[in-house]
């Protein structure tokens, strides 16, 4: 039988280092891998580029390795919530590559399913096309971008089994499914690990194939980045 589980988030880690391209999924704070974040701020790997729709506030998710100067590059759509990311970036100390939303996704998602390269009109006429081909297509401007490669791709879900199925819960069930897949290792963490043929098979977001590793996360915070009350 397929076994993918591995028994703690070093196991999971193992192999990565300095200067290596890691994604990470989530979409702001919801549906983060909290645990592998945790570890890759005590294996205090630096020179990282991190792929990431955003960068966590300052002392939670990403923000944490910012804190820690261990993102040389950070490849994201939106990073207003994390003040020490606007610091860096405007003091050089971090190379930013803003890029619009939807291409961050398709990115990802052509580098999960083997294509090098697509066309989208999203960015054409702005600095987001500099140094990119462009080419018309029916009478509209497009940009050429390419996939993303990357080492590490490390994703969060819900539940999955041992021979790597995942299943996302509500809006954690953004930017994860893309990034399975998209790099040479797939590192899923999980808040419930259960055994093969547990997960009813019409209800599995991600199958198997798209993980490496495996693993039951220990705890999660599920911050929220602004909470509003009633007065």
């Keep these: 039988m397929i076994n993918k589980k591995v028994d703690s988030v070093e196991a999971a880690l193992e192999g990565l280092e300095d200067g290596m391209t890691v994604m990470l999924g989530g979409f702001g704070l919801c549906g983060i891998p909290e645990n592998s974040i945790g570890r890759m701020v005590e294996l205090n790997v630096k020179g990282l580029t991190c792929i990431s729709n955003n960068a966590g506030v300052d002392d939670f998710g990403l923000g944490l390795l910012l804190q820690k100067r261990q993102i040389k590059t950070m490849i994201s759509s939106y990073v207003g919530e994390n003040a020490e990311f606007e610091r860096q970036m405007l003091s050089g100390e971090l190379e930013v590559i803003l890029t619009p939303q939807g291409t961050l996704a398709e990115k990802c998602r052509a580098a999960q399913v ?46 999955g089994d041992a021979a790597g199925n995942l299943v996302f819960k509500g809006t954690a069930r953004n930017f994860n499914p893309v990034m399975c897949g998209a790099a040479k290792i797939t590192v899923a963490e999980v808040e419930e690990l259960v055994p093969v043929g547990e997960l009813d098979p019409n209800q599995v977001h991600i199958p198997g194939i798209f993980v490496q590793r495996i693993f039951e996360g220990e705890k999660f915070e599920k911050r929220i980045e602004q909470r509003t009350v009633r007065a």
């Design 114 to 159: 083997g294509i090098p390269a697509f066309y989208t009109p999203a960015g054409f006429g702005t600095e987001v096309a500099e140094g990119k081909e462009t080419r018309e297509f029916h009478g509209k401007m497009y940009v050429m971008e390419e996939a993303y490669q990357a080492d590490f791709s490390i994703v969060k879900a819900w539940k």
